[in-house]
């Protein structure tokens, strides 16, 4: 007997499911017989993966796509081919009702960062804005079903909200990069010993692609860049228009402003890696001007900020969100001191990321990475393999990790995308 089993997915007014039949096909007929019921029911199949067993004791395996124009056609024909193995039982997804402002129902489903849907009256919804650790609210727009991932905060009285695991469906990130083999293989393994030329050359191939699929690259740095004295790369980047979007927190605006105030970050000069009369007060004398002016902008347009990173962001209009911390000096006026707020101001520029780059931050890279989707292609880069490896730790698997200094990354970075 063949086993099998059906996953689903609605898109462009069809009902989509993936059908698997294991076991001796080819002498037995099952895979003609079923392909005669799909083919009599309207069904169309396409054929996804087909392997014959060599030996006696090897089954054969093929995987369908199946589509046809409504739910109750494919259930239907689903259930013709059940006395040939085949399986089908998918229930609808359950919705509760949240009784309080920011607090999901119980048994909320808790979302991962691969793609979903769920099945509402008999229609597979993707699942918009898809992030880790969120519910999934649903409602009804102009008569058809939407739904989208919520987190907690942001749950309100009366919404609708998915529980339990009925009727949803996580596609895996091997199926959606099928055909990014060499990027599945580079993010297997976290090592100082791999070879950095060759990521560093996929990665501007990754982002000349975004770029030319209509994508944006997002970049999520730390205060090394500047401490490295590779802040002027940064802003090549910017200013060449390969970074579309910076994630950054108070300690890296601060010192790329005081480098370009004072020549110093934390109070050493970055030219000559020596150290300043008073340096530590540096970063704060830089903060306290800019809060003079009323914002990083201000101080761009009265002459007060002449170049480096936050420069280059203000002159080429590239979007910027400086999330805030406990330790902050300051801060500077365009940090974002509520993290919740913070959260929801990073969460409204990432629709159409194609490419992250995260580079010499931890905290800044796993918040990131808490709300990308799996498909964005992710390299995240530091000095210590614990930081890298601490970001796949916390779900971000489709990362590539590279443990380099953030100097020798840039570099070699600004090289390939000239």
């Known amino acids: 007997m063949a086993d099998s089993t059906s996953t689903g997915q609605y898109n462009s007014g069809m009902v989509t499911e993936r059908l698997s039949l294991t076991g001796d096909l080819l002498d037995q007929n099952t895979l003609s017989r079923v392909l005669d019921i799909l083919n009599q029911r309207g069904i169309r199949f396409h054929t996804r993966k087909f392997k014959v067993g ?38 609808e997804a359950t919705l509760a009702e949240a009784e309080m402002d920011g607090v999901l129902p119980e048994g909320f489903y808790s979302t ?42 942001q749950v309100r009285r009366g919404d609708k909200l998915v529980v339990g695991y ?29 070879p950095k030329g060759r990521m560093i050359a996929h990665a501007a191939a990754a982002i000349r692609r975004a770029h030319e699929e209509g994508k944006q690259v997002l970049f999520v740095g730390g205060p090394a860049i500047v401490h490295s004295g590779s802040s002027p ?47 530590h007060t540096h970063h704060l004398r830089a903060i306290n001007r800019v809060r003079r002016a009323g914002s990083i902008r201000k101080a761009v347009d009265q002459g007060l900020l002449t170049g480096g990173t936050m420069f280059a962001c203000i002159k080429t209009g590239t979007p910027f969100v400086l999330a805030g911390s406990i330790r902050d000096d300051g801060p500077l006026p365009d940090v974002i001191r509520d993290v919740v707020k913070a959260q929801d101001e990073m969460r409204r520029h990432i629709d159409n990321i194609g490419v992250c780059l995260m580079v010499a931050t931890t905290l800044h890279s796993v918040a990131t990475g808490n709300i990308l989707p799996a498909t964005v292609k992710t390299y995240c880069v530091d000095s210590d ?34």
């Open 233 to 279: 790369l940064l802003a090549k980047l910017i200013e060449r228009g390969w970074i579309d979007i910076l994630f950054a927190g108070n300690a890296l605006a601060a010192h790329d402003i005081e480098a370009n105030m004072l020549g110093t970050s934390l109070g050493v000069n970055v030219e000559t890696g020596g150290s300043s009369a008073h340096g």
């Open 166 to 194: 009925n009727g949803i469906e996580v596609i895996p990130a091997e199926e959606e990069q099928r055909d990014e083999q060499e990027f599945r293989f580079m993010s297997n393994e976290v090592s100082s010993e791999r």
């Open 54 to 91: 060599e030996f006696s004791d090897e089954p054969s395996i093929v995987e369908l796509t199946l589509t046809a124009p409504d739910f109750e056609t494919m259930r239907l024909a689903l259930q013709a081919c059940a006395e040939y193995g085949a399986t089908f039982n998918i229930d």
């Open 385 to 418: 393999a614990d930081t890298v490896i601490k970001l796949t730790d916390r779900g971000t698997h489709q990362a590539i990790g590279l443990v380099t200094d953030c100097e020798y990354f840039l570099s070699k970075l600004v090289d390939a995308l000239s």
């Open 112 to 153: 991962t960062n691969f793609s979903t849907q769920v099945l509402i009256e008999g229609q597979w919804i993707e699942v918009e804005k898809i992030e880790m650790d969120c519910g999934i609210r649903v409602w009804k727009d102009a008569g058809n079903w939407r739904a989208e991932t919520c987190p907690m905060h």
